[in-house]
C-alpha cells in the first residue's frame, strides 16, 4: 500500500540558510499535517491542512511556511534557520474527515 | 486546551510478561479519538492501536488492548506477551476538533530477554 513521502529523508544545513521539506501524501488524503520532534522531545503540531486551505495552526515560528499545492503535496519553508531547528520532521494524512493520520518517514535536519 | 500525562518515563518488563502503559488527558471535546503510537529506533511513527471515545468496548489488536475510562480521563495501553521488538517509544494521543494530535511525552518501553 502507497504511504506518506517525505523528502528530502536527511538535509544539513549552516544557520541563517532556508530549507524547503516536501510531503507527498497517500492517494485521495486530502489532509496534510506537519510535526516537528526535537531530541528527546515528543512531536510538536506545526501546521495542517485540508482541500489546499490551512486548517490549523500550531506552534509554528514566523520564519516558516507551509502550503498545500493543487496535487495535495506540501512543503514545509523554513527560513533564517537556527540551531534549535535541528529536529525530525514529520509529515502525516488522513482522508477526509478521519482522525486517523498516517505518517511518513521523517525529515531529519541538522542546522551546523 | 489538551493536555496529556505519560507519568511514567520509562519502563521495563521480561519478555513474554505483560506491562502496562498509562495515560491521562484532558479535553473539553465531546467527540474524539485516542490513539497510542509506538516510535522504535528507526523513528517512525507506528499506529498501535485506536479507540473511540463514543464506544464503551475497549479496543484490542491482537496482543495490545487498551483500557479506557472516559470519566476518567484514562487511557491505557496494555501489552501482553511482550516481544524484544515491542521496545519502542510509546505516545499516547487525544485527537479532536480540528484533528490534530498532542502528544504525551511518552513511554520509553524496554524488554528483557
Known amino acids: 500500500a502507497a504511504g506518506v513521502i517525505q523528502s528530502p529523508r536527511h538535509l544539513i544545513k549552516e544557520k541563517r540558510e532556508t530549507a524547503t521539506l516536501k510531503c507527498y501524501p497517500i492517494?485521495?488524503?486530502?489532509?496534510v499535517y506537519w510535526y516537528q520532534q526535537g531530541p528527546g522531545q515528543d512531536p510538536q503540531f506545526l501546521i495542517s491542512?485540508?482541500?489546499?486551505?490551512?486548517?490549523d495552526k500550531g506552534s509554528i515560528p514566523d520564519r516558516f511556511s507551509a502550503q498545500q499545492f493543487s496535487d495535495y503535496h506540501s512543503e514545509l519553508n523554513m527560513s533564517s534557520l537556527e540551531l534549535g531547528d535541528s529536529a525530525l520532521y514529520f509529515c502525516?494524512?488522513?482522508?477526509?474527515?478521519?482522525?486517523?493520520?498516517?505518517f511518513g518517514p521523517g525529515t531529519r535536519l541538522t542546522v551546523t | 486546551a489538551q493536555t496529556v500525562t505519560q507519568s511514567q518515563p520509562e519502563m521495563s518488563v521480561q519478555e513474554a510478561e505483560t506491562v502496562t502503559l498509562s495515560c491521562t488527558y484532558d479535553?473539553?471535546?465531546?467527540?474524539?479519538?485516542l490513539f497510542w503510537y509506538k516510535q522504535p529506533p528507526s523513528r517512525q511513527m507506528i499506529l498501535v492501536i485506536r479507540q473511540e471515545a463514543y464506544k464503551q468496548q475497549n479496543a484490542t489488536e491482537n496482543r495490545f488492548s487498551v483500557n479506557f475510562q472516559k470519566a476518567a480521563k484514562s487511557f491505557s495501553l496494555k501489552i501482553s506477551d511482550s516481544q524484544l521488538g515491542d521496545a519502542a517509544m510509546y505516545f499516547c494521543a487525544p485527537s479532536s476538533g480540528t484533528y490534530k494530535y498532542i502528544f504525551g511525552t511518552g513511554t520509553r518501553l524496554k524488554v528483557l530477554a
Open positions: 491542512f485540508y482541500e489546499k486551505m490551512q486548517s
Open positions: 492517494p485521495r488524503h486530502d489532509t
Open positions: 502525516a494524512s488522513s482522508p477526509e474527515g478521519a482522525y486517523e493520520q498516517y
Open positions: 479535553t473539553s471535546e465531546s467527540d474524539y479519538y
